[in-house]
């Protein structure tokens, strides 16, 4: 049986993001959404979220470029003064795995992150973390050991296939891509030593910020067995921020997509059942 989740990354972001996930929630296929809790449009995401209660909300986990919840002075060694993430995922894996000092400011920062959206009122209903940060043992680690405290009983595993891609007619395999693909089998393990659901499949990796129209309607008429998640970056808008974290994505065309009769009809040709976590 096709199971899928159709979910969006970034909630809380900016407010153009929030206002997309809440069109294509409404008016398209989108059933999830991922938090950032100390994102400069949080208090704006969580008010749209309670007013949509079929709209199911997630921590999007941010250890890597962007916001942290604790001030700069609680954790010196994550952030700089303004309270930022680096963008360095190298430099960032090799002290997450080898300070403990950095790990037990990174436990904190965790810790404080999944109590931020407890804080909201929402349901916790998976948890993810930005640029699949998770994939790190470490983090990885950290996240099922928090979330487990506050309720998580889902997390996204980014395993991507490439076959669907190919089917679709627009996928050139890397090696990166493969490492990836088999580097998500520690955090599956992890997963599922803690009784954790998982998805099977995960797409929007190797098209990210360019889950255009034409793609996703050609994916969902692809999609494997199992149960798969399909990911967006929608935004009405650009801003500055978004210009500059994300300069080359195509958040309109994702929202556009998202809304599209090509979708729904590519998901219907395949049989995949439309679902949530909670669900599965």
Not at 133 to 142: A, I, N, S
């Amino acid at each position: 049986m096709k199971r899928v989740i159709v979910s969006a990354d970034d909630f809380g972001l900016s407010e153009e993001v929030n206002e997309a996930i809440e069109i294509a929630h409404r008016d398209g296929l989108l059933s999830t959404a991922s938090l950032m809790v100390a994102g400069p449009a949080a208090a704006d995401a969580i008010a749209r979220a309670r007013r949509l209660p079929g709209l199911h909300v997630g921590l999007h986990l941010v250890v890597i470029e962007g916001p942290a919840t604790l001030p700069p002075a609680a954790i010196p060694l994550l952030v700089d003064q303004g309270g930022q993430f680096p963008s360095n995922q190298l430099e960032l894996g090799v002290n997450y795995f080898f300070r403990p000092a950095v790990r037990r400011q990174l436990a904190a920062e965790i810790e404080a992150q999944f109590a931020a959206f407890a804080r909201t009122g929402l349901t916790l209903d998976h948890a993810n973390a930005h640029k699949h940060m998770h994939l790190h043992p470490t983090v990885g680690k950290l996240m099922i050991a928090s979330g487990l405290r506050h309720g998580l009983r889902a997390i996204r595993v980014p395993l991507e296939p490439p076959e669907p891609l190919f089917a679709a007619g627009t996928y050139s395999d890397s090696p990166g891509a493969a490492a990836l693909r088999r580097w998500t089998g520690v955090l599956r393990h992890q997963a599922r030593r803690a009784g954790l659901r998982t998805n099977d499949w995960c797409f929007g990796i190797a098209w990210s910020g360019h889950m255009t129209t034409g793609r996703v309607a050609a994916l969902a008429a692809h999609l494997p067995e199992g149960l798969s998640e399909i990911y967006f970056h929608p935004a009405t808008a650009k801003n500055a921020l978004i210009d500059r974290v994300m300069p080359d994505y195509e958040h309109a065309a994702e929202l556009a997509a998202l809304c599209s009769p090509g979708f729904r009809a590519g998901l219907s040709h395949c049989r995949a059942v439309p679902t949530t976590w909670a669900q599965g």
